[in-house]
């Protein structure tokens, strides 16, 4: 058996290709950064071709730098940006429209009279999604109304559907395999996750012909093989990224939990065979499918999480680095009483406040950036409370270990910070690129590289713990702290102060 794993870490900014060795272990990275492409006000797009180039790229790269070739690799594992839609040509392979990204809003006035005509109910029911323009379901029916003809084509089965697995596996496989995973149909809007199926009765909502869509598969499946480079190769993985990094960080069992600190925050609950339906609005998604078999979790966003720390960089210019947060912070006044709210573009889960906009409170003569830095970053641990709180609400078991990933995660300084917030323990692993390691897992499960669940989750290593150094006065003090500020910057506060 040949010795590395691709794994392809196709994301929103950029494509990452990693090669670990069959022991889960990275041995060679490579990563392309590319366009995004902003039409309008709220529009987002990539070259669907950028996103195959890039890909093509790092592969290559990373190979070159551990100086081997394809013969050397068993398996490719896909990760992907989720929900950003690709509609293409069958016979030429070129996407009939850029591919519209999962962050572009121009089809919020169509979800919105969607849901002012009752349907929300019923596509959360079904999907365990809300209707946002976020999903792909709206952005397909965009791209076959915004030109004539093209929906004729696409209800005579020349056009092909995709999120980005799906259009990289087709590319990948010179045309041959269309198909994705469930995690990412579970983000489309028209894939039914308790029956495991497209649902007529949502693509006739929305308006999309079947003959578009993928086939359906385990997030551990024979995808098909690629022949681009100089040897075949079985793709055998897929799963979108924060799917993926659940998989990574082997959040096998029911009630753990992982979250991600990018420039976001992702937290997905692994529910096991329980679709648990959120009543805050978080969403109930499939986490991984294996043998046919669902393992469900619940998901909820922070929209700004590294990005506090960027607009501190960037915005107040207080800092020059991300990495000097730590210093600075653990330097301020605990007992400071300052707090932001970096409600920059609306309270996300569990408010859902759209019109609320950020604030700094509780300054005085004494406070100083060591404390604007600290209320930055404990802004995302008192995020995280909220999130794990709404879950805890929702009838899911709190966690007693937290297990964390992305970039923010090397602050030391963050991480206890957030154990003292939560009371739960933190781990940080010593991989931290967990989403394409999950993607390599996937993939290697396939093939029996990996034997089973318990094999992974006995990879899994922990490069720290963090347990509370705090007591649960001061705790809930600086918590209810947080709220206060919250209601605060509610377009409608429920409080009076
Ligand atoms: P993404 O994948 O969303 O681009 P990354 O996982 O690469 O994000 O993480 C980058 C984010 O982490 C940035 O928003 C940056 O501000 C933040 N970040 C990076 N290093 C640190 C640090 N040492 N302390 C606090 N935040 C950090």
């Known amino acids: 058996m040949p010795d590395y794993i691709l794994a392809i870490d196709q994301g929103t900014t950029s494509t990452r290709a990693i090669l670990f060795d069959h022991r889960g272990q990275p041995k060679s990275q490579a990563q392309q950064e590319f366009e995004q492409i902003f039409p309008h006000d709220g529009w987002v797009e990539h070259d669907p071709e950028a996103i195959w180039e890039s890909t093509l790229s790092v592969c290559r790269k990373a190979m070159e730098k551990l100086n081997i070739d394809t013969s050397h690799i068993s398996c490719i594992g896909i990760t992907n940006q989720r929900e950003t839609t690709i509609v293409w040509d069958k016979n030429t392979g070129k996407p009939v429209y850029n591919a519209i990204v999962w962050q572009d809003r121009r089809t919020a006035a169509q979800c919105e009279q969607l849901k002012a005509d009752g349907f929300e109910d019923m596509v959360h029911a079904k999907t365990g999604l809300l209707l946002d323009p976020y999903f792909s379901a709206t952005k397909i029916a965009w791209i076959l109304d915004h030109q004539p003809g093209l929906r004729a084509q696409a209800e005579q089965g020349e056009l092909l559907f995709g999120t980005v697995d799906s259009y990289l596996l087709w590319r990948l496989s010179d045309g041959i395999s269309h198909k994705t995973d469930a995690t990412n149909a579970s983000r489309t809007l028209i894939y039914n996750i308790h029956s495991g199926e497209w649902d007529n009765e949502l693509l006739e909502l929305f308006n999309i ?162 404390e604007v830095v600290a209320a930055g970053i404990l802004s995302v641990c008192y995020q995280t409370r909220d999130l794990l709180e709404a879950m805890n609400k929702d009838g899911a078991n709190l966690p007693d270990t937290l297990r964390v990933d992305g970039g923010m995660v090397k602050n030391n300084w963050f991480v206890q910070s957030l154990a003292d917030t939560l009371a739960t323990r933190v781990q940080r692993p010593t991989i931290t690129e967990t989403t394409a390691l999950g993607a390599a897992y996937l993939a290697g499960l396939q093939l029996g590289i990996f034997e089973s669940l318990e094999q992974l989750a006995d990879l899994w290593q922990c490069d720290n713990t963090f347990e509370s150094a705090i007591d649960d006065n001061q705790r809930n003090r600086r918590y209810k702290g947080w709220l206060e500020a919250v209601e605060r910057v509610k377009s409608k506060p429920e409080l009076t102060h």
């Open 209 to 370: 012909p079947a003959a578009i869509l993928p086939e359906v598969l385990d997030s551990s499946a024979s995808f098909g093989d690629t022949n681009v480079f100089d040897h075949s190769i079985p793709i055998t993985g897929i799963a979108g990224d924060q799917q993926a990094a659940l998989f990574g960080q082997t959040c096998f069992e029911p009630g753990m939990v992982k979250s991600t600190y990018g420039t976001g925050c992702f937290m997905i609950l692994n529910t096991g065979d329980q679709a648990v339906d959120s009543q805050h609005r978080m969403l109930t998604t499939i986490g991984y499918q294996l043998n046919g078999k669902p393992s469900y979790a619940i998901e909820g966003s922070i929209f700004v999480a590294g990005a506090a720390i960027q607009w501190l960089r960037d915005g107040l210019q207080l800092i020059s680095k991300a990495k000097h947060t730590e210093k600075l912070a653990s330097k301020a006044n605990p007992d400071a009483n300052v707090y932001m709210v970096p409600a920059f573009t609306g309270l996300g889960a569990p408010y859902w406040d759209p019109q609320a906009r950020g604030a700094l409170l509780g300054l005085t003569r004494d406070t100083g950036i060591e």
